[in-house]
């Protein structure tokens, strides 16, 4: 069933398209532009009994900024797939009576966190926004002009010289969104990883009893109301062979367990479809090393699923002789071990190092 599964997904990239409209983590292309200075203003005084009135031109007005803002509100970047620019206000024209232009308003562009911003033109990463409400400033607006009230001198008392504004910082950008998690459950599909994070969390994503259910990262929170904390667990979407040379959706899988600070390996006890769980953990392994080696040395967990299937105690076995890794024992449909694996994530989040360390 997951080798039709798979070669479906790799043979049908319309039909990977068409569900990439529900979560949108990558916009090739958005251009932003700041807003650009307001022209400086030529006006001389005309006055009843001021003859010689002299020069009274205002400068223009600064552009606005584009500032990218940080909101936990936003869950991904549809938003910019559907409208992929943004532009801040133009600064306004100076006036006569010495009047200044009034300054463009910025432009505030908000971005869930765990957003990187790519410049398109170098390909380099410009900004990441990690934290609810940080805020950078990516382009600066244009300088307002002069008016000509600034060229007066005493060699020059009626100046007709101004200046126009200064054009507003402009580009384009690539924006790539990598969940942000505190645990990442990772597995092949039908894994049960879907069931586990409904048990867990207050998230509720599709579950049905074929792989490829779920084609989108979901996050949802672990409450531990006695102790008055809670954790962030990510339900990364089943993985196949040759995820890290991208078959599949894998370099749009696995990019979301970078920034998780601890991954959860979730195996089938039961060797469903003739699958063998330590040949499933071996491969998991193998597809992360080849997609970046340093995801491995993140903690480690691994779920063992489906113990209320007859194959699962055998398969058990097999998998604590060959492994040292700490290994919790669950069945999704009768909530066996639940409890203690809550207890146990939790104090594996709280000892790991934090993603910036």
Known sequence: MVDTCEAFLLSNPAFLLLN??????????????????????????????????GPDGGDGGKGGDIVLVCDENISDLTDFRFVPHASAKNGAQGMGRNKHGASGADKHVKMPPGTAVYDNETGNLVVELLQHDQKVVLLKGGLGGLGNTTFKSSVNQAPRKSTPGKPGDEGDYRLIL?????????GFPNAGKSSLINILSKAHPKTAAYPFTTLFPTVGVVEYPELYDRLTLADI????????????????????????????????MAGTDDRDPLGDYAQL??????????????????????????????????????????ICPISCLSDEGIPALKQALLEMVKAAPSPDA
């Open 285 to 326: 392994q193998t597809e992360l090393s080849l997609y970046d080696p340093s995801l491995l040395e993140k903690p480690q967990m691994i779920i063992a699923n489906k113990m209320d299937e007859p194959l699962a105690v055998e398969n058990l076995h097999r998998l604590r002789a060959e492994h040292r890794l700490q």
């Open 237 to 268: 979407p089943g993985l196949i062979k040759g995820a890290s040379e991208n078959k599949g959706l894998g370099h749009r899988f696995l990019r979301h367990i970078e920034r998780c600070r601890v991954l959860l390996f979730i195996l089938d």
């Open 178 to 186: 990598k969940t942000i998690a505190d645990a990442g459950l990772v």
């Open 20 to 53: 990439q409209t529900v979560f949108v983590d990558e916009v090739k292309k958005v251009h932003l532009k700041a807003g650009d200075g307001g022209n400086g203003c030529v006006s001389f005084r005309r006055e009843k009994y001021e003859p010689m009135g």
